[in-house]
């Protein structure tokens, strides 16, 4: 059974505008916002240096697959941005079905007081936040879900 390196895990929700980025500390009790980061040429730069910054050692993408569970254009597209990102580190990418997380930090903002309209950037973060607690609460049972992402792949 594959393992996951202990310590901090980076978790991204990978969108065409904008990147939600949440950590969680090393005993992997807590997540929490970091930051939104332009999905510009520069992105992968800047999630890298977050990812210093917090000494993450597992990298978290979240992975919009269909509601029957295939893989349809919107995860081979974060797919392909998330080789992208494996082949300039050596962190671990791990990719992580994201089914539904978005639909649910609106929820949460909106049990909040805040709107979607104008607090988009805070929405990225904590979807990104909903995508790092489902893996928490997978390896609280014992369980890693998700896949990682091969370097072969990422290379390709």
Not at 60 to 80: C, N, S
Request: one cysteine or more; a negative charge; proline letters at 3%.
């Amino acid at each position: 059974m594959e393992t996951l390196p202990s310590g901090v895990m980076l978790a991204l929700d990978l969108g065409a505008a904008r990147i939600g980025v949440a950590a969680c500390d090393s005993a992997r009790i807590l997540a929490y916002p970091v930051a939104t980061v332009a999905a510009d040429d520069q992105w992968i730069d800047r999630v890298l240096a977050l990812a210093d910054e917090h000494q993450a050692a597992v990298i978290v993408v979240g992975y919009p697959l269909a509601l029957d569970g295939r893989v349809g254009v919107a995860a081979t597209a974060i797919g392909d941005k998330a080789g992208s990102l494996s082949a300039r580190t050596s962190t671990p990418i791990w990719l992580v079905d994201e089914r539904l997380t978005t639909a649910e930090a609106h929820r949460r903002l909106r049990e909040t007081g805040h709107s979607a309209k104008t607090d988009r950037m805070m929405i990225d973060a904590q979807a990104a936040v909903g995508i790092l607690d489902t893996m928490l609460q997978a390896l609280r049972q014992g369980r890693i879900i998700g896949r990682r992402l091969d370097n072969k792949e990422a290379h390709d």
